[in-house]
Nanobody, 123 residues
Framework: VQLQASGGGLVQAGGSLRLSCVASGGTFSNYVLGWFRQAPGKEREFVAAISWSGGRLLYADSVKGRFTVSRDNAKNTVYLQMNSLKPEDTAVYYC?????????????????WGQGTQVTVSS
């Protein structure tokens, strides 16, 4: 599975961005999709995940209420709508795919990773 993320950019605090990630090379609906981010000098952290059907969602506490993850299986695309952005949201954002194995949505180990897209929030 190959993942291609896009949609990053520079935005002022309080603004919004929508990230997209298109998948190819696999059966998209078999996978849990996740978003992660890594700020300079920090470890990669979990942001959000969505089940194969879109019926289950999981968010990091730091983005809950501001970010929304969604997916369109017909377009092999997962989205991350980011509202009320803060300077501390500045990071490289990565999408990831994990073969659905049942149980809780994963927050660490994923099978496939895309390249990152830079999000910079100015104060």
């Amino acid at each position: 599975v190959q993942l291609q993320a896009s949609g990053g950019g520079l935005v002022q605090a309080g603004g919004s961005l929508r990230l997209s990630c298109v998948a190819s090379g696999g059966t998209f609906s078999n996978y849990v999709l996740g978003w992660f981010r890594q700020a300079p000098g920090k470890e990669r952290e979990f942001v959000a995940a969505i089940s194969w059907s879109g019926g289950r969602l999981l968010y990091a506490d730091s983005v809950k209420g501001r970010f929304t993850v969604s997916r369109d299986n017909a377009k092999n695309t997962v989205y991350l709508q980011m509202n009320s952005l803060k300077p501390e949201d500045t990071a490289v954002y990565y999408c990831a795919a994990d073969l659905f194995r049942g149980g809780a949505l994963p927050t660490k180990e994923y099978d496939y990773w895309g390249q990152g897209t830079q999000v910079t929030v100015s104060s």
